[in-house]
């Protein structure tokens, strides 16, 4: 799944979540750890607004990360 983030320049970037290792709050924004190990983001949106469109409706049903498997390193 693919989000749209801004980085701290202001630029956008587009994000596939399914490769996002970690994620956790850095300043006022957030880090994002991705598989590739020279690409990591710092991002104005916060943790929750993250979330939140991670969380949209795909296809009518609600995506969400389950619970029990959370991304490697992600505070919970």
Known sequence: MWIMLTDVSGDKIAVNFNHVLSYNVYGTGTRLVTLSADL????????????????????????????????????V
């Open 40 to 75: 990591t983001f710092f991002v104005r949106e916060s943790t929750e607004e993250i979330e939140t469109r991670v969380n949209r409706r795909l296809n009518g049903t609600l995506y969400r990360r389950p619970k029990s498997t959370p991304p490697l390193g992600c505070k």
